[in-house]
């Protein structure tokens, strides 16, 4: 526990030096930095809550995995637990991807969200090209789930161990589960998890239950019902996929309901998608919807985990499966927190303002760092402005020397550099960003300079 809570320290210490160098910044419209916010971890924690992020185990290095373990204090694998990714082939497991999300846990003090045992995607086709007889069905979810259940036991702290159960009307959806072993396989399948790590929060999951509906009513019935019966369940996770717009009024309503029946609640896989483009006027409207959703968790005690459906807009499954829509998540695909980053944060108590708007900037990272080379990045974003071509100059403190960029021309003189746009990116609109990036030679120190954005 000691030597964990030892790395995340460090970890938050090298966070907080990448986060100096993001700071240096310059916006054109008002001089602000962001550097020193509180994490949504540590203001979560300040209000009982676990912030969660859906995460890709791939790609839990550089500045994903910075921002993953330095802002979230829960983390839930996308696709590496489903039932396909890691039992591709009958009796041949492949964990790699889960172990390494519950390790980069383990190391940065964070809790796993198992997802998902139960579930009618995504499963492996051999066993949904398979014939099975009831029995065999019921014999091959009880081992699925001992196996998978058993194997990360005492790593997990809860499980959505059913997912998406029901119909929009509230009758249960017909599935390779509920047609072959009927509506007891929730009942059957939470009892086995139970025996396999009696520790873990067991979960029941669903998508348009957020608000009071006929599809929450039936979550709510079977959820009362399954207690009466002694059924281990231990929570409800509401996913909330939702539309710019459309937070339910019910929320919280929804939420209390769930929770005075004893059980926890937890919002699971939270992402707000827009029409593309986004702009500024969206993107403030995205902020409030996030606020909302968080706040309603806040009102509610048993409310206990609020977790969005990946945090960067470059790790979001909303683009690819709803065309023209996107931009759903709290950060944009250069890792800028965006206004809704803010909301969250806001709702949680923090008090930093957000980003003003009509402005553009220039944020200056170190990407990956060797004994004399280092490569760096530039974005440059705008929110309630825009460009149609761009200047971004610096001086550097301690001899550094770039040797090649891309994305932007870029010459330097002694310490003074300068950095143009290409023919082709300098146009940067409202709520959208162009990067460039460079190698460059250091050697003793490599502080961060301050860009000018000119
Ligand atoms: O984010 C997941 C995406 O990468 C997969 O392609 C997709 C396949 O169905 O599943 C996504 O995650 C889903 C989650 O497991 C359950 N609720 C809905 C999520 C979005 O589809």
Redesign the pocket.
């Known amino acids: 526990m000691r030597s964990s809570r030892t790395l995340r320290l460090k970890t938050r210490l090298t966070t907080l030096v990448t986060g100096v160098a993001a700071a240096a910044a310059l916006l054109l419209a008002a001089p602000a930095s962001h550097a020193a916010d509180t994490p949504l971890r540590d203001l979560g924690a300040a209000k009982g809550k676990i912030v969660g992020t859906?995460v890709t185990g791939s790609k839990l290095t550089g500045t994903y995995g910075d921002v993953a373990a330095a802002q979230f204090s829960s983390l839930t694998p996308?696709?590496a637990m489903k039932w396909g990714s890691v039992e591709p082939a009958r009796g041949a497991f492949d964990w790699a991807e889960a172990d390494r999300i519950v390790a980069f846990a383990q190391a940065h003090s964070q809790q796993v969200r198992g997802?998902?045992l139960v579930w009618h995607?995504?499963n492996p086709n051999w066993l949904t090209n398979g014939s099975w007889t009831p029995a065999q069905l019921g014999d091959l979810l009880q081992n699925h789930i001992a196996t998978e259940v058993g194997r990360y036991k005492g790593r997990i702290a809860a499980w959505d161990v059913v997912?998406?159960a029901f119909n929009e009307d509230g009758t249960y959806r017909p599935t390779l589960w509920y047609n072959g072993l009927g509506a007891d396989y929730i009942a059957n399948a939470l009892t086995w998890a139970r025996a396999a790590d009696p520790a873990a929060k067991l979960y029941i999951n669903d998508?348009n239950v957020e608000g009071v509906n006929a599809k929450s009513t039936a979550l709510y019935n079977l959820v009362r019902s399954l207690k009466q019966r002694g059924v281990p369940i231990d929570g409800v996770g509401l996913?909330a996929?939702l539309v710019l717009g459309q937070v339910p009024a019910t929320l919280q309503q929804n939420i209390q309901r769930f929770a005075d029946l004893g059980v926890d609640v937890a919002i699971t896989?939270l992402d707000i998608r827009m029409t593309l483009p986004s702009d500024g006027a969206k993107l403030d409207r995205q902020k409030a919807d996030y606020k909302a959703v968080t706040a309603a968790c806040v009102a509610v005690a048993r409310c206990v985990n609020l977790t969005v459906?990946g945090f960067t807009d470059s790790d979001s499954?909303v683009e690819g499966?709803f065309p023209g829509e996107g931009a759903a998540t709290p950060y944009d695909g250069n890792y800028a927190p965006k206004p809704a980053y803010y909301g969250i944060a806001e709702a949680l108590g923090g008090t930093t303002a957000p980003p003003p708007t009509g402005g553009c900037k220039a944020v200056y990272s170190v990407g990956s760092q060797w004994n004399t080379g280092f490569t760096g990045n530039v974005t440059i974003s705008c929110s309630g402005a825009s460009l149609s071509s761009w200047k971004a100059t610096w001086t550097y403190g301690a001899g550094q020397q770039i040797t090649q960029a891309w994305s932007a021309d870029c010459t330097q003189s002694g310490p003074a550099v300068t950095c143009a746009n290409a023919s082709y990116n300098g146009t940067v609109p409202d709520g959208g960003s162009v990067s460039f990036g460079f190698n460059a030679n250091w050697s003793g120190s490599n502080p961060a300079p301050t860009v000018t954005l000119g």
Do not use: L, P
């Open positions: 859906a996308g696709n997802h998902t995607n995504q997912n998406e998508y996913q996929h896989e459906w499954w499966t």
